[in-house]
């Protein structure tokens, strides 16, 4: 084969055109623009954070795109192409520095996002998320429409729930200590709440307790769990003061409970995605053993002893 | 006077002014490497410096590489090479030297429009629209000067390297236009998913309608003048010409196996994948063929050993990315370090490390003196492969991690204290990468413009 100038130009040009028909133009015509049962138009409010959301490049650490197989944050519902329809363009990403942001919306109250704007660490204290207190209030209250748009109509169901729990629980913590620790209490499942801590405390125990909460709680807790942590002037109601649980028959199921599921409606996340069951009983006897210094671990009723108790 | 010494008389003006262009960016984009893996290191370093903050100092890192570092280093050479295989003059020196000045131009407005938020957040389609036209128009001067330098030649024979060099521009300029969805200046995207299905088109075209092409000519030209041996075989590379052309470009859906688009376009994109080792062992088979036991005389000449290093990570980027292309593997592979793995071995240690040996290559030859220092060339050449291997293995080893961790439950909070002592490394790496890109710099620049060295 004699290489021309005419062969190399109109053979590479030709080639381009008919492959770019077919694995672009193709699709392109073919698609299916049906909405997914979740899919709404979004507010121009959140179209405007979206734009800070591209402009500042949250994309390169966040996906969008939920797969099968994943477990994380909004691994419930698997993604398709009818939620993207609008989106222009479209934010896949094709890095996870951080979590997928696919169901963001409603995970958790605004109060906790502008706090983790401000300072990821204040919220997630391990975080690797630069802090963007530099967007300004302005800005970081409409990116944080934004966040809580993303899932769309599944988004706007979670903030309903978030909404109803933030006015019950500023109702709570606004009757006083007392009133708000009995709230806090009564919004868990009765069998919860007999069940002390089911293992003994020991060094090694708190010692890992010690750990996961510096991992996790520290930010908002602060470091003697008096609910002072850097994050604290951001939330409201704020962060829990654990020693004012003193004397008021705080179980080990309860505070199992509040870590797993969270209190829906102020900043206190939930924790079952990222603790399995033996961290959280362990951080919830370190909180117990020496900010509110009470601690049920080992009471009655108990069952067998485990096997691996010394 | 010979067409050749004719053209060094003339000073070359396009070719330094490229290679200088090169040089001038690999720094300031491994500049913006190293501030965006501080990021990653301590996020609050630098917390509230706004136009370098983390998601716009990376697309600047990758821009600045791609449009700023590799492609000129490439394009220097073959203004070199155009010529001189032609046996003709280039078609306009003037021409050349505003190209590149409009080059620089535009990369640097790139740059200030990302620093300063107008970023279009599509990932190798940041640039504001209008930088992707002043683009567009860079590749075309430079379009018309490789053509016009085509019309005028007196050899009738094109060599590969013509061949390459010749279809990437051109077909750079056209997905270039495409993938920016230019006549959407507003978003500069699609909708939905055929956004994504573009974009990845586009994408992988850089690396392949691009890159690939520019650095493979390099190779074709270099390699064999070097080792004074004949190109082991012409239809092999008329082969690997074509099928790469033929290939490469049905490839872009390989980045969205894991999103709702049509299956039809996942399983093309997955056969012509694995279908990439048609161009890429032809090439690597006929071009180490051409230098066999000739290393040498590789090793002789630094721009040579640039370049065959090159050929290597060629071969070993290729083999991983047909093997990430497998759904099988990408369930472990995809959203992690061990993609920016693949990036940097594909970007930096072949086509990166290819342009640098380019840019040596024709140092000597364009200037008529030696270079400044041969020993500063081989310095940044252990650096640069020092630090690229490393990230090679740091950034495989830190994605299986993450990969394995998040396929088996665990969620993506729970491993980043993991992954500190990695990213510390890949910070101590980027030093080497950064001092041998400034190495570089000054070495380029006292051979170009300082050189007291005896003129050949
Ligand atoms: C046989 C050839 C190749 C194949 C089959 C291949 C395959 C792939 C695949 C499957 C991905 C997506 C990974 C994922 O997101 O899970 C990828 C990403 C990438 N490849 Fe390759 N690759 C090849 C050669 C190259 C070369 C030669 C270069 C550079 C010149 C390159 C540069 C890149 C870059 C920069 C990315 C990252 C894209 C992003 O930002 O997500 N690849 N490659
Ligand atoms: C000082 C040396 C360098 C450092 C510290 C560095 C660091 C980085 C970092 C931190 C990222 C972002 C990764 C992430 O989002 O997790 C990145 C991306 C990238 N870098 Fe570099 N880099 C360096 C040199 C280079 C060079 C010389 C090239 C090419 C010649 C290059 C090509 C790329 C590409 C193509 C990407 C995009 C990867 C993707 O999208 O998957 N880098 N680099």
Redesign the interface.
């Known amino acids: 084969?004699r290489?021309?100038?005419a062969v190399?130009?109109v053979?590479?040009?030709s080639?381009?055109a008919a492959?770019?028909l077919t694995?672009?133009y193709w699709?392109?015509a073919?698609?299916d623009?049906t909405p997914s049962e979740i899919f709404r138009a979004r507010t121009a409010e959140e179209e405007a954070g979206r734009l800070i959301?591209?402009?500042?490049?949250?994309?390169?650490?966040h996906?969008q795109?939920i797969?099968a197989?994943?477990?994380?944050?909004g691994s419930e519902r698997i993604?398709?192409?009818g939620d993207?329809?609008?989106?222009?363009?479209?934010?896949?990403?094709?890095?996870?520095?951080?979590?997928d942001l696919s169901q963001a919306g409603g995970e958790h109250p605004d109060d906790w996002h502008i706090a983790h704007f401000i300072?990821?660490?204040y919220t997630?204290p391990?975080?690797?998320?630069?802090?963007f207190?530099?967007l300004g209030t302005e800005r970081i209250d409409t990116l944080t429409r934004y966040v809580q748009s993303l899932g769309l109509k599944a988004a706007d169901r979670r903030m309903e729930r978030q909404k109803h729990w933030k006015a019950e629980s500023i109702k709570a913590y606004e009757a006083g200590v007392e009133a708000n620790a009995r709230w806090l209490a009564e919004q868990v499942p009765e069998g919860w709440r007999s069940i002390p801590n089911p293992y003994p405390t020991s060094a090694a125990a708190l010692q890992r307790g010690h750990r996961i909460y510096q991992?996790y709680c520290i930010g908002c807790h602060g470091p003697i769990g008096d609910g002072m942590g850097p994050a604290q002037p951001w939330i409201y109601p704020p962060p829990l003061n654990f020693t004012t649980l003193t004397g008021r028959e705080i179980s080990g199921g309860i505070i199992y409970y509040q870590l797993m599921n969270g209190i829906t409606g102020t900043a206190m996340p939930y924790f079952k995605?990222?603790l399995e069951s033996q961290k959280i009983w362990e951080v919830g006897d370190y909180i117990a053993h020496y900010f509110i210094n009470q601690s049920d671990a080992n009471h009655e009723p108990r069952g067998i002893d485990a096997a691996w108790e010394p | 006077m010979s067409p050749a010494e004719e053209s060094t008389a003339h000073g070359n003006q396009t070719a330094k002014a490229f290679t200088l262009t090169s040089a001038m960016w690999f720094a300031f984009a491994t500049t913006f490497g190293m501030i965006a893996a501080g990021y990653l290191v301590a996020p609050d370093f630098m917390a509230n410096v706004e136009y370098i903050h983390f998601g716009r100092v990376r697309p600047m890192h990758v821009n600045a590489v791609l449009f700023g570092f590799v492609t000129p280093g490439l394009i220097a050479a073959a203004f070199y090479y155009i010529p001189r295989l032609l046996r003709t003059r280039l078609y306009s020196e003037r021409l050349g030297v505003f190209s590149a000045v409009f080059w620089n131009i535009s990369v640097a407005a790139g740059m200030a429009g990302v620093a300063l938020g107008y970023s279009q957040g599509r990932e190798y389609a940041e640039l504001p629209w209008l930088v992707d036209i002043m683009i567009v128009i860079s590749f075309g001067l430079v379009i018309v000067n490789f053509l016009m330098t085509i019309r005028r030649r007196t050899e009738p024979i094109l060599y590969v390297s013509i061949w390459y060099a010749a279809a990437a521009v051109v077909l750079t300029a056209c997905t270039y236009l495409l993938g920016n969805v230019v006549w959407k200046p507003d978003t500069g995207a699609l909708a939905g998913i055929p956004d994504a299905i573009l974009l990845w088109f586009y994408g992988h075209n850089v690396f392949g309608l691009l890159l690939s092409p520019m650095a493979l000519a390099v190779a074709y030209y270099v390699l064999p003048i070097a080792t004074r041996s004949p190109l082991y075989s012409h239809t092999l590379s008329l082969i690997g010409f074509w099928s790469l052309i033929i290939v490469y470009t049905h490839i872009g859906t390989h980045h969205l196996l894991q999103v709702p688009v049509p299956t039809w376009l996942k399983t093309i994109s997955i056969v012509d994948s694995v279908a990439m080792v048609i161009p890429v062992m032809v090439f690597l088979i006929n071009i180490w063929y051409t230098v066999k036991g000739k290393l040498g005389d590789v090793h002789a000449d630094i721009g040579a050993k640039f370049i065959f290093t090159g050929t290597i990570y060629y071969f070993f980027v290729n083999i991983q990315g047909s093997m990430m292309a497998l759904p099988d593997v990408q369930r472990i592979t995809h959203f992690n370090n061990w993609v920016v793995g693949h990036a940097h071995m594909g970007v930096l240690g072949f086509a990166g490390v290819t342009a640098l040996g380019g840019l040596y290559f024709i140092l000597p030859r364009i200037t008529g003196r030696p270079l400044h220092s041969r020993f500063l060339a081989d310095f940044q050449y252990w650096l640069v492969l020092i630090g690229i291997t490393g990230f090679s293995i740091v950034l495989t080893i830190v994605g299986l991690i993450q990969g394995q961790a998040w396929y088996n439950g665990e969620t993506l909070y729970r491993t980043l204290p993991g992954l500190q002592p990695y990213f510390i490394t890949r910070l101590s790496l980027g030093l080497l990468i950064m001092v041998g890109a400034y190495t570089g710099l000054y070495n380029v620049a006292r051979s170009l413009y300082f050189n007291r060295g005896a003129a050949a």
């Open positions: 084969m290489m021309t100038p190399i130009l053979g590479v040009l080639l381009l492959i770019a694995m672009v699709p392109y073919q698609q623009r959301y591209i402009q500042n490049g949250c994309v390169y650490c996906s795109s797969r197989f994943d477990w994380d944050m993604a398709q192409s993207y329809i609008a989106d222009e363009p479209i934010q896949l990403g094709s890095q996870r520095t951080g979590p300072n990821p660490r997630r391990s975080s690797l998320m630069p802090p207190e530099w991992y995605r990222d």
